[in-house]
């Protein structure tokens, strides 16, 4: 059931909602960022990765580098 292929997945991933200055979302959206000029695609996140604890690893984040808790 659902798509098999991750590049269909439409997602948006958000770390802070107080904070929209820098999101992730889906490659198969960059046609409509691109064409809103009040966006910028800056890079390209990391690929979707879950924790231990099948929660969401931080697409912002370099791989590899590591976040700290406060």
């Known amino acids: 059931m659902g798509k098999h292929d991750l ?6 991933w958000i770390r ?5 200055a820098l999101i992730g979302l889906s490659e ?3 046609r409509q960022i691109a064409q809103n000029p ?3 695609i800056v ?5 979707v990765e879950f924790d231990a ?7 912002l ?4 580098e590591v976040v700290g808790t406060h």
């Open 16 to 20: 802070n909602s107080l904070e929209l």
């Open 28 to 30: 198969n959206l960059s």
């Open 61 to 64: 984040v370099p791989a590899g």
């Open 7 to 12: 590049r269909e997945v439409t997602y948006g």
């Open 43 to 47: 890079g390209e996140a990391r690929s």
């Open 38 to 40: 009040d966006l910028e």
């Open 53 to 59: 604890s099948g929660n969401l690893v931080d697409m």
